[in-house]
């Protein structure tokens, strides 16, 4: 059992930048690759980045957030970050972290491939 916890939210104006954490219990952590999702008022959850396990040599982004997230993770730690650059409005979105043993990569964005999910973190962002 992994429980995720996330901090990290809050108000930004656009153009600002926070960073994401996700705590992680138990000694397995390592072991599985970590996505951040989100989901807006009205909106379907969606796919924000992942990061491999272990050693985590393997990222990957949306098309809306490539160039302005970066995916991270300390095992040591038990602790995946997700640091956002240069927000938008439309960045607003309860911010989810979610933790998968055996996820073929291809199935990234499926929501049902994960087999844990943290409780979430609102981030605003103001125009």
């Known amino acids: 059992q992994v429980q995720l916890v996330e901090s990290g939210g809050g108000l930004v104006q656009a153009g600002g930048s926070l960073r994401l954490s996700c705590a992680a219990s138990g000694r397995t952590f390592s072991t599985y690759a970590m996505a951040w999702f989100r989901q807006s008022p009205g909106k379907e959850r969606e796919f924000v980045a992942d990061?491999?396990?272990?050693?985590?040599?393997?990222?990957y982004y949306a098309g809306s957030v490539k160039g302005r997230f970066t995916i991270s993770r300390d095992n040591a730690k038990n602790t995946v970050y997700l640091q956002m650059s240069n927000l938008l409005p439309e960045d607003t979105a309860v911010y989810y972290c979610a933790a998968a043993l055996v996820r073929p990569v291809t199935t990234r964005g499926d929501l049902r491939a994960y087999d844990y999910w943290g409780q979430g973190t609102q981030v605003t962002v103001s125009s």
């Open positions: 990061i491999s396990r272990s050693s985590g040599d393997f990222t």
